[in-house]
């Protein structure tokens, strides 16, 4: 009789993956967007084009991704809504699974003086955590049947001696932020330069559509 079956600790690497996307990158991002001398202007001004607040869907992607907790309160809790640039903002976020690959997104809404600058400092942020790097550097991708750009790229996080590999993409307008990325507990160090940034961004730019409502 050979030996008995491996288990297999995918479950486990999933979670801990979660808890390092939320609190190593993406909050990061969305916490150093308030601080002085992030880069942008501090006077309010009217966004041009639609405006958009942000929700948090039970499932994503055409329900392939499914909630398993919305971390909202938790994000909100740790920005000030209002400075350098960021006027009246909320802060919505959610963590979701498809079997093995762990989901998270997270975003603001409000009244953002220079969206370019927001997504910088966003990235700049998650950049800055001890262990993070970005192997791929971030550019732009424009999502299938969309015409609307997100910028993508492929950070790592070295997390007790595992260098877990990170895709991202982000957007932002004059009145939303989100940054969505996402891990596979079962490959978490996949080589960075093989991950499929321009599916990754199709993926985002269904997200995009999923979690943001026009505001009356």
């Known amino acids: 009789m050979g030996p008995p079956p491996r288990k297999s600790n995918a479950g486990k690497v999933v979670g801990i993956v979660i808890g390092v996307v939320v609190g190593c990158f993406l909050v990061g991002g969305v916490v150093r967007e308030f601080l002085p001398g992030a880069g942008a202007s501090h006077s ?5 084009g639609p ?3 942000l929700t948090v869907p039970k499932t994503l992607d055409n329900g392939t991704y499914r909630l398993a907790q919305d971390i ?26 498809r079997g093995t690959k762990s989901l998270t997104y997270t975003g603001l809404y409000g ?17 800055e955590g001890e262990g993070a790097a970005q192997p791929v550097p971030d550019r ?14 492929v950070m790592t996080k070295d997390q007790a001696g595992t260098v877990m590999t990170v895709p ?14 996402e891990v596979d507990g079962a ?16 993926k985002a730019g269904r997200i995009r559509d999923e979690v943001r409502v026009e505001a009356g």
């Open 44 to 48: 309010s001004t009217v966004p041009s």
């Open 187 to 202: 490959d978490p160090e996949a080589d960075p330069a093989s991950v499929d940034l321009q599916a990754f961004a199709d």
């Open 111 to 127: 009244t953002i003086d220079d969206p370019d600058q927001a997504l910088d400092n966003s990235i700049k942020g998650m950049n």
């Open 72 to 97: 909202s309160d938790t994000i909100d809790r740790q920005i000030p809504h209002d400075g350098n640039g960021m006027h009246g903002m909320k802060a919505v976020g959610g963590q979701y699974t």
């Open 140 to 153: 732009e991708f424009t999502p299938e049947g969309d015409d609307t750009p997100v910028t993508c790229g």
């Open 168 to 181: 991202f993409c982000g957007w932002a307008d004059g009145s939303h932020e989100v940054s969505v990325m």
């Open 51 to 53: 405006r958009y607040t």
